[in-house]
């Protein structure tokens, strides 16, 4: 109890380190969430897909190896399992409620069997096996990314698998948006100041650069599964190319959003505006340029 008491104080500050008023940003989440979840469902029969694949995408975030290696040393094992447990259901909270009030019973339940199967995966010793990566060395998002996520990878790609046996274009979908989520969150970190100025280009010409070989990189990840979707659903043409496009475009969105912020983490005004854009696409006409003009601000100091 005074573990989650302390994160709770801990988070708390940080928002109020942002400059934000910490309660009206939790009031600003929640009618933000209801608001997009309902349009969510409204608009699109993926909805409880999306919801749980954000979900199992979150709750990732709590599989960090020094993490995991300083709860379980401080709490004994038991305490430790549970500790993970209540941890990973206060975040499916949220999306289970959605999914209850909307029907959507059988992703709820895969929910639950989600977050209580995460409590078993735990980050191992460090080791001296390197795995491999179909990216170049750059950029290095990519090849750490992989290395860290290639578990929840295999995960979209058995998605993929389990959508033919069920001869479900619904679940290829999912897998397909689930592997979008995991290749944004590649980007969550902001480099080191050194190895953006490395760089020798003017903020403009770095970012197009930064975009090309990113979606460049992510092509390899994501050709063959839309190669795989267009040979199983090849009625679903349109719709296939559409989410292969809009996965683009969130890419560019999440890296110009990086550097908006940069050197710092993007913050909570920012992660408003993707999760906006996430749910109401149109917005990214307005979105991206925000990003962009404060990329390019930012990275000023460094690149000249």
């Known amino acids: 109890m005074h573990y989650f008491k302390l994160q709770s104080r801990i988070i708390w500050r940080r928002i109020g380190a942002w400059g934000v008023n910490p309660y ?3 009031v600003l989440f929640a009618a933000g969430y209801i608001f997009l979840t309902e349009s ?3 608009k699109t029969e993926y909805a409880a897909h999306v919801l749980l694949l954000s979900m199992v995408t979150m709750q990732t975030k ?3 190896k020094n ?5 379980a040393l401080t709490f004994p094992a038991n305490q430790f399992r549970i500790l993970r447990w209540v941890e990973n259901i206060l975040i499916a909270l949220p999306f289970m409620i959605s999914m209850l009030i909307h029907g959507a019973y059988l992703e709820v ?3 639950v069997a989600a977050s209580s199967a995460l409590i078993f995966t735990t980050t191992k010793s460090r080791t ?3 795995i491999p990566t179909p990216f170049a060395k750059r950029p290095f998002e990519f090849i750490i990314g992989f290395r860290i996520s290639y578990v929840l990878i295999a995960l979209a790609y058995l998605l993929l698998i389990g959508s033919y046996s069920l001869q479900n274009s619904n679940w290829g979908i999912a897998a397909f948006v689930f592997l979008t989520l995991i290749i944004l969150n590649f980007f969550s970190k902001p480099e080191h100041e050194m190895f953006v100025w490395n760089y020798s280009k003017k903020p403009a010409p770095f970012l197009t650069y930064k975009i ?3 979606l460049r990189q992510a092509s390899l990840l994501m050709a063959p599964m839309i190669l795989v979707l267009l040979f199983m659903y090849p009625q679903d043409f349109i719709k296939i190319i559409s989410f292969l496009g809009l996965a683009f ?3 560019i969105t999440i890296i110009l959003a990086k550097y908006s912020a940069y050197p710092n983490e993007m913050n909570v005004p920012q992660g408003i505006l993707i999760a906006l854009s996430l749910y109401f696409p149109p917005i990214l006409f307005a979105v991206i340029p925000y990003f962009y003009i404060h990329s390019t601000k930012n990275l000023q100091f460094l690149l000249k």
């Open 128 to 130: 001296s096996v390197v």
């Open 249 to 251: 475009v969130y890419i």
């Open 109 to 111: 339940m895969i929910a």
């Open 62 to 64: 709590l599989l960090n």
């Open 24 to 26: 009206l940003t939790v």
């Open 40 to 42: 969510l469902f409204s």
């Open 212 to 214: 090309l070989q990113s």
């Open 67 to 71: 993490r995991n290696e300083f709860l």
